[in-house]
């Protein structure tokens, strides 16, 4: 992910809810809640849903989705992601 934001990210799973209405907040980070996930949809009902993501860094982001209070439970091996690693292009004096 770029350390701007305003990326899509779609998240595939089950008991999501039939519309956006039913998505509480979608958090992600090292530990699952560092950052909040913006303009969270239902793309396809119960099964997937479409954010966009919040400036930062880091690796290894573990996501958290909250429908009507319920949340996912944390798995040993689960999906993650990571912001891109910084990059020097040149240096001057």
């Known amino acids: 992910m770029n350390t701007h934001g305003g990326q899509k990210v779609v998240l ?6 039939p519309s956006d209405k039913f ?5 992600y980070g090292p530990y699952g809640t560092n950052y909040v996930a913006k303009n969270c949809t ?3 009902a119960s ?6 993501t919040a400036p930062g860094v880091g690796l290894n982001h573990r996501w958290i989705v ?11 091996v689960e999906p993650r992601t990571s912001y891109a690693v910084p990059v020097i292009r040149d240096i001057s004096p």
Do not use: A, D, E
Not at 66 to 76: A, E
């Open 66 to 76: 909250s429908i009507r209070g319920q949340t996912n439970s944390l798995q040993l």
């Open 47 to 52: 099964t997937q849903i479409v954010c966009l």
């Open 23 to 27: 998505i509480t907040k979608v958090t």
């Open 42 to 44: 239902i793309k396809v």
């Open 12 to 17: 595939h799973g089950q008991n999501f809810g």
